[in-house]
């Protein structure tokens, strides 16, 4: 279980490990080499609570009743500025998805190095990735400060469960009932203690990759709870394009078929399409981090979240490991129940009144992991659906890689730390569309 580090085996405290030994290899003589585990990994410090940034945890009762021991939610509360001030006003609320935050991620209130250039290349080429976060942490704080900006409550949330550092935010047979302990049981808790608004119609998800895929993903399973959702180059919302895979169609998730011979399907690329690993080496490697969906990694979340639990208490694969075949018992499954391009089509007749305009969506057309073709695939849905029709947005990025969220003035590499300064504003202003009438827009935008 979880202990704080976002279930990452290699940073959980009270793991054991060596220093490493410089060894020398005599291949003419036997040789033996003593290898000592003498060192633990320590407690994780909890981070301290600033005038900004709050830390919450709380016992979930339903997820403690799942797995049948305590059970824990995070979050990270970003408090508006005025918040001490204006004791008498209550607060939308902006949801971040993505993956386990050790704090609130994006914020600092201390000015970066005074020697940074001001153009962005520049300072990227010079100084490296670490100085561009710190120069956007901070002038987000100076936004989020600022006369112009929304004040609102920002979270970022902690909900590592037994397979993965998230749990993607929604109910699964085999991890349990994230999406109500998150929905019903977290978020009344944050707004309770930080004056939240506390309905629906005053909260929206946003996020990328992981992220993107669980905002569109809370949107569509709770309609009535969420405002508008903004997914950033989402994991597959279409399984007809399950990265390279049609999981509906293709017997073989490894290879393409063909008269001629098995050809490999590609699972990673850069935006000049330079394919560095096949899909096969992706779920080999996790086979061979842990078997049964707990190779705590990308394609094993995808199995235990979606999946139906099997004979021997795990999640039922959706493939063969080793040889690819597909079982497409659990592939119907999986439509019915996560596929979130078919939910929106199949439940429009039911739902399309409350999903109507809160639907937005981007990917960069160039995606190191395929993630387009399923946006392809979902957008082509959307704008066929009527009565409603759905008043959303799908935008590409051209040649922009994985983490690309719809800015086209910057590089792929800022932009990705923009999440919550580009869609807070971008909310406020949608939610005109779709709020209903005679709610209080005003007495937060102070």
């Known amino acids: 279980m979880d202990r704080g580090e976002g279930q990452q085996w290699n940073l959980a405290p009270g793991n054991i490990y060596s220093k490493p030994v410089k060894i ?7 040789q033996s080499f003593k290898v000592s585990l003498d060192q633990t990994i320590p407690p994780i410090e909890e981070p301290k609570d600033t005038k900004y940034i709050k830390h919450i945890k709380i016992q979930s009762k339903l997820l403690t009743e799942f797995w049948g021991r305590p059970m824990y939610l995070g979050a990270h509360v970003l408090l508006p500025e005025g918040f001490e001030e204006k004791k008498d006003v209550k607060y939308p609320l ?5 993956h386990f935050p050790s704090d609130f991620d994006g914020f600092r209130t201390t000015p970066p190095d005074e020697n940074l250039p001001n153009d962005y290349n520049s300072r990227f080429n010079i100084f490296g990735y670490e100085k561009i976060v710190q120069q956007e942490a901070y002038d987000f704080y100076k936004m989020w400060t600022g006369p112009n900006f929304p004040r609102v409550l920002a979270i970022e949330i902690q909900h590592a469960c037994p397979y993965y550092d998230d749990s993607y935010a929604i109910n ?3 991890i349990g009932p994230y999406g109500d302990a998150i929905t019903y049981e977290l978020i009344p808790y944050i707004e309770k203690q930080f004056r939240g608004i506390g309905e629906g119609w005053a909260r929206f998800t946003y996020g990328g990759s992981t992220g993107g895929w669980e905002a569109l993903a809370v949107q569509v399973k ?3 709870q969420y405002n508008g959702c903004y997914a950033a180059c989402p994991d597959p919302i ?3 394009a399950f990265t390279t895979v049609n999981i509906y169609e293709d017997k073989n998730a490894y290879y393409y078929e063909s008269e001629f011979k098995p ?3 590609p699972g990673h690329r850069n935006y000049l399409g330079q394919i560095s690993a096949s899909l096969k080496d992706m779920n080999m490697r996790e086979l061979a981090l842990g078997t049964k969906s707990r190779g705590g990694q990308q394609w094993d979340i995808w199995e235990a979240v979606y999946s139906p639990i099997g004979k021997d208490g795990y999640p039922e694969p959706i493939w063969d490991k080793k040889s690819g075949v597909i079982n497409k018992k659990v592939a119907e499954y999986w439509k019915e129940n996560y596929d979130l391009s078919y939910i929106l089509k199949r439940d429009w007749p039911k739902y399309g009144d409350k999903w109507r305009g809160k639907i937005r969506i981007y990917c960069g057309d160039m995606d190191n992991y395929y993630l387009n073709n399923a946006v392809y695939l ?8 009527n009565n409603p029709a759905y008043e959303g947005e799908v935008d590409y990025g051209d040649r922009a890689e994985h983490c690309w969220n719809g800015d086209h003035t910057q590089p792929n590499y800022i ?4 999440y919550h300064r580009m869609f807070i504003p971008k909310w406020v202003e949608d939610m005109k569309k779709t709020t209903p009438k005679n709610k209080d827009l005003t007495s937060w935008r102070y």
């Open 24 to 30: 020398s290899i005599n291949p003419k003589s036997p």
């Open 94 to 98: 902006a949801i971040f998805h993505g």
């Open 172 to 174: 699964s047979e085999s």
């Open 222 to 224: 709770y309609p009535d």
């Open 238 to 240: 279409d399984f007809r």
């Open 263 to 265: 050809t490999l399907k």
């Open 378 to 385: 979902a957008e082509e849905e959307l704008k066929n659906l």
């Open 415 to 418: 932009s990705r730390l923009r």
